[in-house]
């Protein structure tokens, strides 16, 4: 025999016995107490809850579905944006924008691509000698830069700065020229030549 | 009373209670090494069966299946025989039940660690174990129902009623969500694809949750929690109310798993609203838990037993609660994809399973072994452990939740994403993720007190294998209702009439949200451009499943303007249905891939980028937390099985030519080539035969088909006259210069044409030569036949300057001009 036999027997409060249910199971007694008021209240709630929403979207259609609210999203967004301007394309030489193009460099992640000094490796040129695939005069390193090299696996990042940051990470970039970083790739492309 | 001999079998139980233990801190050290993996890659050791995306399947299923499944049986075999006064029904299927089950998990174990995987969330296993498990689950029924019939009281308490509905629902969402064609042994594609995939693996995931960590755990809490504080339950109306709101109203909730995703607005609905309606009836057992205490928490202050068991039980409303809010599209929006999903699921496994677990040993060793609780003292030490390690576990994660969430979706004022790159996300929650696992280690060192002072308990008492107890013999009763008794009363001692209604209530709400979209060929679009895998890209796509890719990336992207600007176009359903099974994922800890293989789209990288992050991904991002996968690169690619993959994705549907079995090979091996000599151009090398050129070849493949036709559903923009014509120099070679970038590839650089494009220098216009017509080409586009709208990609005056440049070189014949196409027209 169990020494916890005898526990069995509940513990039942004065003004319960009434309540009491005639079944025990392994001496676990019932009581026939209602359900909390607010707990049913809760429930039809939800329930009248959940008709509102099937009519609001599905009967009455007042309720705009995900395609919807995404173009709403985007008309908002394109309205907010305004214009595109023209920006002159002439490189930065000051520390203050080749300071801020580094930091954009670090942080676009371009260094996976292109090494932390510019030098290439075995997925992007080196963007320290004189040889460019596309061009390597500002305007051409700014143009990869916004529109990317698509089947090269250039990424665009015109959706990622704005037009002064890209050519501030141009015109870091350019800086890159002629520094000679140790394990410098190959060069690739055409040479360019500044006059040009 | 008359009375008559029996022996409880309280052998099964002590073995159910020991795998119960074992299996539990197995599943917890398993997930303090994941949760490790989480705050530093280190922790994956450049070991194919020790990386994240194998280990984490294991960590689910060991304690879903492995601890909360043992200690399911544990409570079912004590409570059960005690409940109806009987043996178990067979001894036989009791032992059979026990080892079966365990062998289960042993396979589960080896199998998911060598990557043998099917990708659906907590129904990973393939199908010989799928099987296995039918048969366990089967003999366990028998057993259950066998012990029933048998019984030596007229009704069946609420806890049986809860058994009951778990059994059937759990047969029911086991047997049709695991419905697959084998490939061989232990390979084989689910028969569904893509959208009915997704929603038959919600429903049956989704009612794993309710069926195996839910309603049997109520169960339980109806037997243990009121012998434990020897205090009738409150109400056995309310029993009876959350009982079949409960087994009704859980089923059709799957979808909201799905919310925002590629599934139709109504079985959305069908989620929000369901959901919602479940707050009550789940609440129902807390309520009557927390009301089945009233006027003796003096006992809960003494009792850590009791404490255990009300933590559980309000953390099971809290969760229940916090359930339904993350399934209205207001708060999913933000929680989906983040750690708020992984915090809710560990205030459920945690605290209503862990805890309710721990009470219910606490409870049933000492009575096993005829003896006391070896230390009070530390039971409340364990508890007090427990509780510190649940809330250092799950606030850490609803902070990064939240903050990773605003981050992926704030803009900057000039409109671009804020955080553009994933990473920055992701190392912002980084010391959250250290967090988690000081809470995991909390929580592991109560365990692991808990199993001392077991032991300790064990080592003090004596088990007794058969109890003897004397119990009434059971009279007759008629079968029919009897004059003045309840329905429900009725029902309660005719299980099969039970059973009956419980199976009636699970198979109309199963039915009714999951079959019509088995049949209803319109719920999914049709894209006309979608051709299924190549054969290198369908094993590749094996390998991702093989890796478990989708335990940290999604291929999913909702219609917000956050994740479109991120990661591209928004999924739509017609994309996926070649996918077998689907892989849309569920928990976003590095970015989403839907559009990974669109070139020139925001993800996309060479194979040369893949190739180095495979090898070394903290190489290519110091901080990434992705393990590696040096694996993939020696690894030589099985192409053995292409034949018998190809033929059954042929039997599910999948369009391949007629006897493409026989030339699968061949023409993997010629794109695994060209993938190959690519990365050789770059200094890499590599042989063609490598696992690592399939997976590229599968990430390059992702969301590429439907790039094209997408831009195409751009509504056309009005007529915009040709800007003044530029004829200076410097313009001119501007706009040349743009030319080269943005046209050359398809035009040739001198605008000669090429096999892709027409010439741009002759008379012959496929879209009208006037000036006007030039500049609308240019400026919209034609995207259905390749050419991009360049008005999204240029600024009005580089649009001006690319216009001028293509009308200067008209009739300039350059060496190799393609021939004329179009009309002539004379300028």
């Not at chain 2, 949760?35 to 304690?63: M, W």
């Not at chain 2, 996968?629 to 033929?647: C, G």
């Amino acid at each position: 025999m169990n020494n916890y036999q005898e526990e069995s027997k509940a513990d039942i409060r004065p003004g319960e016995q009434d309540l009491l249910l005639p079944y025990d199971f392994d001496g676990i007694k019932e009581l026939d107490n209602d359900p909390p008021r607010w707990f049913m209240y809760l429930f039809y709630i939800t329930i009248f809850f959940g008709v509102i929403y099937v009519f609001h979207y599905h009967v009455f259609k007042q309720g705009l579905f995900q395609d919807a609210e995404y173009q709403r999203e985007m008309a908002l967004a394109a309205a907010a944006k305004g214009p595109q301007t023209d920006l002159e394309i002439v490189a930065f030489t000051d520390e203050d924008n080749l300071a801020k193009g580094k930091e954009l460099y670090q942080q676009k992640v371009c260094y996976s691509c292109h090494g932390n000094l510019g030098e290439g490796n075995t997925i992007g040129p080196n963007l320290t000698d004189d040889y460019w695939i596309h061009g390597g005069s500002i305007q051409n390193i700014y143009d990869v830069l916004k529109n990317g090299v698509a089947d090269k696996g250039m990424p665009p990042f015109k959706d990622q700065a704005t037009e002064e940051q890209l050519l501030q990470l141009a015109s870091y970039v350019l800086s890159l020229r002629g520094s000679n970083p140790p394990n410098a790739k190959a060069p690739q492309g055409e040479l360019f030549n500044e006059q040009q | 009373m008359e009375t008559e001999r029996i022996h409880y079998d309280n052998k099964i139980v002590k073995y159910f209670a020991y795998a119960t233990i074992f299996w539990g801190i197995i599943g917890m050290v398993v997930g303090l090494l994941i949760a490790l993996q989480l705050a530093h890659p280190f922790f994956n050791f450049k070991t194919a069966f020790l990386t994240f995306g194998r280990i984490r399947p294991i960590h689910t299923n060991a304690i879903i299946f492995a601890f909360v499944g043992n200690a399911i049986f544990t409570g079912v075999y004590h409570s059960m025989q005690r409940l109806l006064k009987t043996r178990m029904y067979s001894n036989f299927l009791s032992y059979f039940h026990f080892w079966g089950w365990q062998i289960i998990i042993v396979l589960a174990a080896i199998t998911l660690a060598l990557g043998f995987t099917l990708s659906k969330e907590y129904a990973e296993l393939e199908w010989p174990i799928d099987i296995l498990i039918a048969i366990v689950w089967l003999v366990f029924g028998f057993n259950m129902f066998g012990t029933i019939a048998q019984r030596r009281v007229q009704h069946l308490y609420v806890a049986i009623w809860f058994y009951i509905a778990s059994w059937v629902t759990v047969t029911v969402l086991h047997v049709f969500n695991s419905i697959e064609i084998p490939i061989s042994l232990l390979k084989s594609y689910p028969v569904y694809a893509g959208l009915q995939d997704a929603l038959v693996q919600w429903w049956y995931g989704h009612n794993a949750v309710a069926f195996f960590l839910t309603t049997p755990y109520l169960g339980l809490m109806y037997y243990y929690l009121p012998k434990q504080a020897n205090r009738p339950i409150y109400s056995y109306r309310m029993g009876i109310i959350h009982f079949w709101a409960l087994v009704f109203i859980y089923i059709w909730t799957g979808p909201h798993h799905l919310l925002y995703q590629s599934v139709p607005n109504w079985a959305q609905t069908l989620g929000t609203v369901f959901s919602v309606m479940l707050i009550a009836p789940s609440w129902g057992g807390m309520i009557n838990g927390l009301l089945t205490l009233r006027g003796a928490w003096d006992k809960v202050r003494e009792d850590p037993v009791l404490k255990f068991m009300v933590v559980a039980v309000t953390a099971y409303g809290m969760s229940t609660f916090e359930g339904p809010m993350m399934s209205t599209k207001l708060v999913n929006a933000i929680t989906h994809f983040t750690d708020w999903t992984i915090g809710h699921v560990h205030i459920g496994g945690m605290a209503w399973n862990g805890f309710l677990t721990f009470s219910m040993l606490y409870y049933l060793i000492p009575r096993l072994f005829n003896t006391k609780l070896y230390s009070v003292k530390w039971a409340n030490t364990h508890f007090w452990l427990g509780t510190l390690g649940i809330l250092f576990y799950a606030i850490p994660m609803y902070w990064a939740a939240i903050t990773q969430s605003l981050m992926w979706k704030e803009f900057t004022e000039e409109g671009f994403l804020r955080y553009p790159n994933f990473m920055e996300t992701v190392v912002q929650i980084l010391p959250m993720y250290y967090t988690r696992v000081l809470g995991g280690v909390l929580y592991l060192t109560g365990a692991v007190l808990f199993v001392v002072n077991m032991v300790k308990t064990i080592k003090q008492g004596s088990f007794v294998a058969d109890e003897v107890v004397n119990v009434p013999i059971l009279e007759s009763y008629p079968s029919r209702r009897m004059e003045g008794e309840r329905r429900h009363s009725w029902l309660e001692r005719r299980p099969l009439q039970f059973t009956f209604w419980v199976i009636l209530a699970v198979v109309i709400a199963s039915v009714i949200s999951t079959v019509p979209f088995m049949s209803v060929k319109s719920n999914v679009a049709s894209i006309e451009s979608l051709k299924p895998y190549s054969p290198l890209e369908l094993q590749g796509r094996d390998i991702y499943i093989r890796e478990g890719c989708y335990t940290c990336h999604s291929q999913m992207v909702r219609p917000f303007r956050s994740e479109t600007e991120r990661y591209g176009d928004y999924a739509k359903a017609g994309e996926f249905v070649y996918d077998h099974p689907f892989q849309w994922g569920s928990k976003r800890t590095g970015p989403d891939l839907l559009r990974a293989g669109v070139p020139g789209g925001k993800l996309y990288k060479t194979a040369a980028w893949h190739y180095n992050h495979f090898l070394d991904p903290q190489k290519m991002n110091e901080q990434s937390i992705m393990p590696a996968y040096p694996w993939l690169i020696t690894n030589t690619l099985d192409t053995t099985s292409t034949a018998a993959k190809i033929k059954v994705m042929k039997w599910l549907g999948v369009p391949y030519p007629d006897g493409f079995e026989k030339v699968a090979n061949q023409e993997l091996m010629a794109q695994a080539s060209q993938i190959a000599t690519e990365l050789n151009d770059n200094g890499i090398d590599i042989t063609p035969d490598k696992e690592i050129i399939a997976m590229i070849a599968y990430l390059h493949k992702l969301g590429r088909d439907i790039a094209l036709p997408a831009a195409s559903e751009k509504s056309e923009k009005d007529i915009i006259p040709a800007p003044e014509l530029l004829t200076d120099e410097a313009s001119l070679v501007e706009g040349k210069n743009l030319f080269a970038t943005n046209c050359a590839a398809c035009h040739g650089p001198q605008g000669q044409g090429n096999a892709v494009g027409p010439n741009l220098t002759d008379n012959y216009w496929i879209h009208g030569g006037s000036n006007d017509d030039i500049f609308k080409s240019i400026s919209q586009g034609f995207p259905e036949k390749g050419m991009p709208a360049q008005n999204t990609m240029l600024k009005p005056s580089e649009l001006q300057k690319i216009y001028s440049f293509v009308v200067s070189i008209i009739g300039t014949n350059p060496p190799n001009a393609k021939a004329p196409q179009g009309e002539l027209f004379n300028r």
